[in-house]
T-cell receptor
Framework: AQSVTQLGSHVSVSEGALVLLRCNYS??????LFWYVQYPNQGLQLLLK??????LVKGINGFEAEFKKSETSFHLTKPSAHMSDAAEYFC?????????????FGKGTKLSVIP | DSGVTQTPKHLITATGQRVTLRCSPR?????VYWYQQSLDQGLQFLIQ???????AKGNILERFSAQQFPDLHSELNLSSLELGDSALYFC?????????????FGNGTRLTVT
């Protein structure tokens, strides 16, 4: 079964420090991958997606992720954390069912930013 | 604003009862997905509809059912409710059902079963 693994259910960083959230996916065809962010009391919002082409993907709010097939990883990074980045982040990949695709999500990583 | 509308935002009900959650997808989106989010299970895919037809089922209990209407809005019906059904229920929509189609989520309905 396809699965998405996010290492670390909770990550704390200081304001201005590097943010690194880890995601490993199960190898699949096609290798499409997504990062979503969930702010308190809100739904999930798409941060970025990898479909084909360049392996370094830029998203909103200064986040980016790099697709590494050899490591089956799609880690999310941001050079300098801001207080407003405090949220829960989910990595996801599609899996097929009945001729269609549904997203399978990782367990999520809650990011805390310390002033 | 994702363009996906879910009502109600909060729902408190007793065990054994039945509730209906409603979702209006983004304008033009044909696919509607329902997900359940709980602390212990995370985000679990329940069911998908595409243009009125059921496309796929995930971890949806037999006590739960859904449908998508001709105007593309969808309803999730939860019956014989148990304490363990307390969770956030999200609706998401996408323009298609392809693997690279991102989902657009509503703000969810928080269900509390007492």
């Amino acid at each position: 079964a396809q699965s998405v693994t996010q290492l670390g259910s909770h990550v704390s960083v200081s304001e201005g420090a590097l943010v690194l959230l880890r995601c490993n996916y199960s190898s699949s065809v096609p290798p499409y991958l997504f990062w979503y962010v969930q702010y308190p009391n809100q739904g999930l919002q798409l941060l970025l997606k990898y479909t084909t082409g360049a392996t370094l993907v830029k998203g909103i709010n200064g986040f980016e992720a790099e697709f590494k097939k050899s490591e089956t990883s799609f880690h999310l990074t941001k050079p300098s954390a801001h207080m407003s980045d405090a949220a829960e982040y989910f990595c996801a990949q599609p899996h097929s069912g009945a001729g269609s695709y549904q997203l399978t999500f990782g367990k999520g990583t809650k990011l805390s930013v310390i002033p | 604003d994702s363009g996906v509308t879910q009502t109600p935002k909060h729902l408190i009900t007793a065990t054994g009862q039945r509730v209906t959650l409603r979702c209006s997808p983004r304008s033009g989106d044909l696919s509607v997905y329902w997900y359940q989010q709980s602390l212990d299970q995370g985000l679990q895919f329940l069911i998908q509809y595409y243009n009125g037809e059921e496309r796929a089922k995930g971890n949806i209990l037999e006590r739960f059912s859904a449908q998508q209407f001709p105007d593309l809005h969808s309803e999730l019906n939860l019956s014989s409710l148990e304490l363990g059904d307390s969770a956030l229920y999200f609706c998401a929509s996408s323009g298609g059902a392809a693997a690279n189609s991102p989902l657009h989520f509503g703000n969810g309905t928080r269900l509390t079963v007492t």
